[in-house]
């Protein structure tokens, strides 16, 4: 059974860098057939998805246009996890944070999900 | 606003069938990706209840099932039980924006 465990702070001050991390058991970060996910939710944007990586001999990743230039996603093989860095935040950013698998099957879809993180950005 | 449009709220009696449209455009739903549907209670994460349209994960009994024809996809519970009261999203993937994409979210109310 895969399961999510993320961990990471509640709160964030505008401009800093917002940090989660995703501890990842009973599947692999570098598993050839997955992708890994952060997803957030929030009254104003409702659910929105972020970006992903995934290893394919090599590794990619791909993100939201909304948030390019401010988000990278890592992943830690020596971990397994994989972790969410956004910079530069703003209140806007304050959402419901959520990572979660892609089987990469018919279609990108969810199939494990971390718990959450509500993240506030505020001074 | 979202990419994909659903009813904010639905609802019906324990035992009946309702029904919650997922409604996209040509650029995703109607291009061909897949639909797939998440059931989400407060304070818990979401879980996937139908993907690549019609299939259900293990666990996820059948009084749940998926449809899609053109532009839209409609997810149906039937015998409705008072622990489906939830909110219900859709998502596909749109390739004028290149991303994931989700819907709104339906609430259903179990009278």
């Known amino acids: 059974q895969v399961q999510l465990q993320q961990s990471g702070p509640g709160l964030v001050k505008p401009s800093q860098t917002l940090s989660l991390t995703c501890a990842i058991s009973?599947?692999?970060?570098?598993?050839?057939?997955?992708?890994w996910n952060w997803i957030r939710q929030s009254p104003s944007r409702g659910l929105e998805w972020l970006g992903r990586t995934y290893y394919r001999s090599k590794w990619y990743n791909d993100y939201a246009l909304s948030v390019k230039g401010r988000i990278t996603i890592d992943p830690d093989t020596s971990k397994n996890l994989f972790s969410l860095h956004l910079n530069s935040v703003t209140p806007e950013d304050t959402a419901l944070y959520y990572c979660a698998r892609d089987p990469r099957t018919r279609g990108d879809h969810f199939d494990y999900w971390g718990q959450g993180t509500l993240v506030t950005v505020s001074s | 606003q979202s990419v994909l449009t659903q009813p904010p709220s639905v609802s019906g009696a324990p035992g009946q069938r309702v029904t919650i449209s997922c409604t996209g455009s040509s650029s995703n739903i109607g291009a061909g990706y897949d639909v797939h549907w998440y059931q989400h209670l407060p304070g818990t994460a979401p879980k996937l209840l139908i993907y690549g349209n019609t299939n259900r994960p293990s666990g996820v009994p059948d009084r749940f099932s998926g449809s899609k024809s053109g532009t839209s996809a409609s997810l149906a519970i039937t015998g409705l039980q008072a622990e489906d009261e939830a909110d219900y999203y859709c998502q596909s993937y749109d390739s004028s924006l290149s991303t994931v994409v989700f819907g709104g979210g339906t609430k259903l109310t179990v009278l």
């Open positions: 009973g599947d692999s970060v570098s598993r050839n057939s997955v992708a």
